[in-house]
């Protein structure tokens, strides 16, 4: 089945986040004292790469473009890690992504008419489920200690990612028709999302 232009782009985009993500991951488990967090930040790093490998063996089989994805404008989310200072500011920083991934994914595989996107999509949701909660669990265990912290690193990432996010609904709508469409269903969908805090 032939994947709009948009769709192709969409995936690409998908790829190289979760390749960002995995490189993010791992240079924080190289650079922590805790062995908790190198553990777990090394496995959530290779979780991230298994999936940008989902994806690129996903264009692989579908024989569409696979393309270089680069934030030149730096106006992405990833690029906005330049901001973190500490170790509770990048917990939150990937929490508040990944908080959004199931709500985006979902809305994209019901839109989607491949069945190979949705099924991956499906899967990912699934399992981005693990992601969310190990990092919600230790920052929810140190906020007794390090609660401003903790609030003000949330606070600072969630409107960041907010922002971003509707930035890029621009960008999803600038790539014509199909674009216009996954655009309007995730805008649609946003009351849906807005106001769910990343833990109770
Ligand atoms: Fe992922
Ligand atoms: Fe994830």
Redesign the pocket.
Known sequence: MVLSQAEVFIINRYAASELA?ALLLGKKARETDSPYLRRMLTW?CA??AR?GMLWYNLINELQIPSVPMHDEQKEGYFSKAGYVKTMVEFLAFVHCY?HR?PFHFSVHADWTTNSRVKELLHQLIR??DA??DWIKKYLIGIEKTEGATVREAMVKFRAIEEETYHEDLGKIRMLGKEGITLADALTAGLASFTGVRPWG
């Open positions: 993500g959530h979780e991230e999936h990944e991934v399992e981005e992601h969310i």
